[in-house]
């Protein structure tokens, strides 16, 4: 292979990769589509899963797509009303769903839950908004207040045909939609359309629709009264069943539905007394009032020695519960717990109700521990053995995060290189430690990190640095890093203070990262590395022939054969003293329904003479939400270093017998030519309430063919891994 | 015939990296908006080394190339 092939293909990479820097700008549009997919989404993946931090994030972005007129307030309502039910049915926060829904019904009086994701909780918080909002109606006792009925969503065509038994065409069209909307779980919806065809037709079956749809949407009180109706007027038409059954319903409701006794304050005038903005007779205070299930707000005012004074407290009405409440009155503004709850119903604005929500969350950390075993043998007789335990703490709204790492790695090795040399089986073990960080500057993601290698005869210190910035709604991620590594090389029971070498390496990592489309993305990289020193290694000794021999030595002859063929003298091994490096590498990614395919490529060249090309893929399957499979595939071909010979010649000085060794020479096989041929797999199970827990194995078999090397034609490794994590928040 | 063959080998790859480009490049970058990121928050969508610590080091013994993915090298008197 010419350098010059590998430098025009090196250049194309990189032009071709810069013509997608120049991608055109889209226009602006209306985001209500997408936003309406977003919604969809993250209630029916983040918030069906139980990801309920996850889906406020994700809504999040809905609103700042919604920014000033993006949207409709149709969609702004539907946003409000997610996040009403991600507040109530998963995080159990009455207070911030209500509000929510408060703002929802702001931007949209006629908007609705998801009949698929609403919950008794959700439907209790979102009963309570309607009550605060001007056209609710909210009841405070059994017989329920008479409030500005809602309107239906359609409205009757005119003329169309009805059964035997009806007598308006109207009262039959509203109850069909009513049927329909019963089917779909609409139940405000259906008690709309009962309420506009009593309106038409006062029908005793009817009635019943409304009371059930009334109980299941949690409008107890109101179900209780149109139950107690049917109880009454469908025994005189002969309708005993529904009777019954009506009967039945509102006994059920009594004995269900939560009161609240309301304890009015000593030496109050002109005391003002609302749940859910309905004002309370005077005569109903000290009794028992009862109330729909869910959140209820008690306001009160009055007048204490002339000071206007107020009172506010919200309560959580369960079935079966009765709740007291004891007025007391304070001065305005004093809201104590309640701050949160007024800033959100007071939010005029979206920036409001976000700043309401954010001064109420403390910080959040996520913690991420991890233990990982792995080990490899080969038919090369070497054999490692390698624990590591990793930790790392990531602050999602700080925008920071830092970890640490520490790896010990064992190596007994009596290779054929090793034996060669007459050398025995020598063990050795590594030291790890690291440590790093990042913090996020507006756009801006600055990372810093260190690491140490300690063993016997090598020491290694880098830290180094890097800046990534998100650009174009984070669809494009360029990236810069650097780290220098200071490596000092040694012998082994020697110390560096007699025998030491010294190696400087600086690396430059470019990389940009490009957001395809929803599913997609690419990433390419730039490596380069320069390195200073002498990386000869001071034990590797290599066989020496005479030129005419040398030219003979057959490919993978063996350790005999070499010591039979061999000149007397051994040279130890010399490498050039500087060295660069250079890679490009591409990785695409794509994500389907419940897979994700990986495939990476690397093109390598270094002032060596080596070349080099890896390719891997991975097909990482989820096949069920715990449980995720991968079977990979690597495939590495590299050449030799210019300098790489399996047998090098020496000549011998007629004169003093010396011998001329060639000035560049190693035994480094991975310094040849080879191609390696790894096949793996892993799988992944994640285990515990939250899924928090995960443990992971992984095995490769690793096939290497030497092409041009002396004693080993190839080997066989087979690697192994086992990974216990756990994610804390 | 062993040059031969790696010849051959390398020329296919870069073939098969330049059409990935081609491809790519003809399809360009559309604008997604933050929240229809749902796919790409996957964990296996990083863009990361999702490489083991063992794996990683195995990797960079056993083959003469480095970098790609960061890094400066071995940072060890592993070879």
Same mark, same amino acid.
């Given at each position: 292979?010419?350098?010059?092939?590998?430098?025009?293909?090196?250049?194309?990479?990189?032009?071709? %990769?810069?013509?997608?820097?120049?991608?055109?700008?889209?226009?602006?549009?209306?985001?209500?589509?997408?936003?309406?997919? %977003?919604?969809?989404?993250?209630?029916?993946?983040?918030?069906?899963?139980?990801?309920?931090?996850?889906?406020?994030?994700?809504?999040?972005?809905?609103?700042?797509?919604?920014?000033?007129?993006?949207?409709?307030?149709?969609?702004?309502?539907?946003?409000?009303?997610?996040?009403?039910?991600?507040?109530?049915?998963?995080?159990?926060?009455?207070?911030?769903?209500?509000?929510?829904?408060?703002?929802?019904?702001?931007?949209?009086?006629?908007?609705?839950?998801?009949p698929?994701?609403?919950?008794p909780?959700?439907q209790?918080?979102?009963n309570?908004?309607?009550?605060?909002?001007?056209?609710?109606a909210?009841a405070?006792s059994a017989k329920p207040?008479v409030?500005?009925p809602r309107?239906p969503?359609k409205?009757w065509?005119?003329?169309g045909r009805f059964p035997r038994g009806w007598r308006s065409a109207e009262a039959y069209f509203y109850y069909n939609e009513a049927t329909t909307s019963e089917a779909s779980r609409d139940w405000l919806d259906c008690v709309d359309y009962t309420q506009a065809s009593l309106q038409a037709e006062n029908r005793v079956t009817t009635r019943f629709l409304t009371a059930t749809c009334e109980e299941r949407g949690g409008l107890w009180t109101e179900a209780l009264a149109d139950f107690q109706i049917v109880t009454d007027a469908a025994g005189k038409i002969g309708l005993h069943d529904v009777g019954n059954l009506a009967r039945q319903r509102a006994q059920t409701l009594r004995e269900k539905t939560?009161?609240?006794?309301?304890?009015?304050?000593?030496?109050?005038?002109?005391?003002?007394?609302?749940?859910?903005?309905?004002?309370?007779?005077?005569?109903?205070? !000290?009794?028992?009032?009862w109330?729909n299930p869910?959140?209820?707000?008690?306001?009160?005012?009055?007048?204490?020695?002339?000071?206007?004074?107020?009172?506010?407290?919200?309560?959580?009405?369960?079935e079966?519960?009765?709740?007291?409440?004891?007025?007391?009155?304070?001065?305005?503004?004093?809201?104590?717990?309640?701050?949160?709850?007024?800033?959100? %119903?007071?939010?005029?604005?979206?920036?409001?109700?976000?700043?309401?929500?954010?001064?109420?969350?403390?910080?959040?950390?996520?913690?991420?521990?991890?233990?990982?075993?792995?080990?490899?043998?080969?038919?090369?007789?070497?054999?490692?053995?390698?624990?590591?335990?990793?930790?790392?703490?990531?602050?999602?709204?700080?925008?920071?995060?830092?970890?640490?790492?520490?790896?010990?790695?064992?190596?007994?090795?009596?290779?054929?290189?090793? =034996?060669?040399?007459?050398?025995?089986?020598?063990?050795?073990?590594?030291?790890?430690?690291? =440590?790093?960080?990042?913090?996020?500057?507006?756009?801006?993601?600055?990372?810093?990190?260190?690491?140490?290698?300690?063993?016997?005869?090598?020491?290694?210190?880098?830290? !180094?640095?890097?800046?990534?910035?998100?650009?174009?709604?984070?669809?494009?991620?360029?990236?810069?890093?650097?780290?220098?590594?200071?490596?000092?090389?040694?012998?082994?029971?020697?110390?560096?203070?007699?025998?030491?070498?010294?190696?400087?390496?600086?690396?430059?990592?470019?990389?940009?990262?490009?957001?395809?489309?929803?599913?997609?993305?690419?990433?390419?990289?730039?490596?380069?590395?320069?390195?200073?020193?002498?990386?000869?290694?001071?034990?590797?000794?290599?066989?020496?022939?005479?030129?005419?021999?040398?030219?003979?030595?057959?490919?993978?002859?063996?350790?005999?054969?070499?010591?039979?063929?061999?000149?007397?003298?051994?040279?130890?091994?010399?490498?050039?003293?500087?060295?660069?490096?250079?890679?490009?590498?591409?990785?695409?990614?794509?994500?389907?329904?419940?897979?994700?395919?990986?495939?990476?490529?690397?093109?390598?060249?270094?002032?060596?003479?080596?070349?080099?090309?890896?390719?891997?893929?991975?097909?990482?399957?989820?096949?069920?939400?715990?449980?995720?499979?991968?079977?990979?595939?690597?495939?590495?071909?590299?050449?030799?270093?210019?300098?790489?010979?399996?047998?090098?010649?020496?000549?011998?000085?007629?004169?003093?017998?010396?011998?001329?060794?060639?000035?560049?020479?190693?035994?480094?096989?991975?310094?040849?030519?080879?191609?390696?041929?790894?096949?793996? !797999?892993?799988?992944?199970?994640?285990?515990?309430?939250?899924?928090?827990?995960? =443990?992971?194995?992984?095995?490769?078999?690793?096939?290497?063919?030497?092409?041009?090397?002396?004693?080993?034609?190839?080997?066989?490794?087979?690697?192994?891994?086992?990974? %216990?994590?756990?994610?804390?928040? | 015939?062993?040059?031969?063959?790696?010849?051959?080998?390398?020329?296919?790859?870069?073939?098969?990296?330049?059409?990935?480009?081609?491809?790519?490049?003809?399809?360009?970058?559309?604008?997604?908006?933050?929240?229809?990121?749902?796919?790409?928050?996957?964990?296996?969508?990083?863009?990361?080394?999702?490489?083991?610590?063992?794996?990683?080091?195995?990797?960079?013994?056993?083959?003469?190339?480095?970098?790609?993915?960061?890094?400066?090298?071995?940072?060890?008197?592993?070879?």
């Open positions: 292979m010419s350098r010059r092939f590998f430098a025009s293909s090196f250049s194309f990479a990189v032009l071709a %990769l810069f013509a997608l820097v120049g991608v055109r700008d889209a226009r602006a549009a209306s985001n209500d589509k997408e936003v309406e997919a %977003l919604i969809e989404s993250v209630l029916q993946s983040d918030y069906a899963g139980g990801n309920f931090k996850q889906a406020l994030e994700q809504l999040e972005f809905g609103k700042q797509a919604c920014e000033g007129s993006s949207c409709s307030a149709k969609v702004r309502a539907k946003l409000f009303i997610a996040f009403g039910t991600v507040f109530a049915g998963g995080l159990k926060k009455g207070p911030e769903a209500k509000a929510a829904f408060s703002a929802a019904l702001k931007e949209d009086p006629s908007a609705k839950l998801f698929s994701f609403s919950t909780e959700v209790q918080a979102f309570g908004a309607h009550g605060d909002a001007p056209a609710g909210a405070s207040d409030a500005a309107k969503k409205t065509p005119g003329g939560p009161k609240v006794v309301i304890r009015r304050p000593a030496k109050a005038d002109a005391l003002v007394v609302t749940i859910n903005g309905v004002e309370l007779a005077d005569a109903k205070l !000290g009794g028992e009032v109330v869910g959140q209820q707000t008690i306001r009160a005012q009055g007048k204490v020695n002339g000071a206007e004074l107020e009172f506010e407290q919200a309560i959580d009405a369960a079966l519960e009765t709740a007291t409440v004891e007025i007391k009155l304070g001065p305005k503004g004093a809201r104590g717990d309640q701050a949160m709850m007024r800033c959100m %119903l007071g939010a005029q604005t979206r920036d409001d109700f976000a700043k309401c929500l954010k001064s109420d969350s403390g910080p959040s950390l996520d913690l991420h521990l991890a233990t990982e075993l792995s080990g490899y043998h080969d038919s090369d007789h070497v054999d490692t053995f390698t624990p590591a335990f990793v930790a790392s703490a990531e602050s999602p709204t700080g925008g920071w995060g830092i970890n640490g790492s520490f790896l010990i790695d064992v190596v007994t090795a009596a290779s054929a290189d090793i =034996i060669a040399t007459a050398s025995p089986r020598w063990r050795e073990t590594r030291y790890v430690p690291s =440590i790093g960080g990042h913090k996020k500057l507006g756009d801006v993601d600055a990372s810093l990190k260190a690491n140490l290698s300690h063993e016997p005869d090598y020491l290694a210190i880098s830290f !180094g640095g890097g800046a990534s910035i998100d650009l174009r709604q984070k669809t494009i991620t360029p990236a810069l890093s650097y780290e220098f590594s200071h490596d000092i090389s040694g012998r082994a029971g020697t110390p560096f203070s007699i025998y030491r070498r010294d190696i400087n390496r600086h690396g430059i990592n470019a990389s940009v990262t490009f957001v395809l489309d929803k599913s997609t993305f690419f990433a390419a990289a730039l490596t380069s590395v320069l390195e200073n020193g002498d990386t000869s290694k001071p034990y590797r000794y290599l066989p020496m022939f005479a030129p005419d021999v040398a030219k003979r030595v057959p490919i993978g002859l063996s350790i005999d054969g070499v010591n039979k063929n061999r000149l007397t003298i051994r040279a130890l091994e010399q490498l050039p003293t500087n060295r660069q490096r250079w890679a490009v590498a591409g990785l695409l990614g794509h994500r389907f329904t419940a897979s994700t395919i990986r495939v990476e490529e690397r093109l390598y060249v270094d002032s060596w003479g080596l070349k080099a090309s890896t390719t891997e893929s991975q097909f990482l399957v989820d096949m069920n939400e715990r449980v995720r499979v991968w079977p990979s595939l690597r495939f590495h071909v590299q050449s030799g270093a210019s300098f790489w010979q399996h047998a090098y010649a020496a000549t011998s000085s007629t004169k003093d017998g010396t011998f001329t060794l060639p000035a560049l020479r190693t035994g480094d096989r991975e310094l040849g030519p080879l191609y390696g041929l790894t096949i793996g !797999g892993g799988a992944r199970y994640a285990f515990g309430e939250k899924k928090s827990w995960a =443990i992971s194995v992984n095995a490769d078999i690793v096939y290497t063919r030497f092409l041009d090397h002396l004693f080993l034609l190839d080997r066989l490794g087979l690697f192994g891994a086992t990974t %216990l994590e756990v994610d804390l928040e | 015939m062993t040059k031969k063959i790696l010849r051959t080998l390398a020329s296919c790859v870069i073939t098969s990296v330049a059409m990935i480009v081609a491809l790519v490049a003809t399809t360009g970058c559309s604008t997604v908006a933050p929240y229809e990121r749902g796919k790409l928050a996957h964990p296996t969508m990083a863009a990361s080394d999702m490489t083991g610590f063992g794996e990683a080091h195995l990797r960079a013994i056993s083959e003469g190339a480095t970098g790609g993915s960061g890094g400066t090298g071995s940072g060890c008197g592993c070879n």
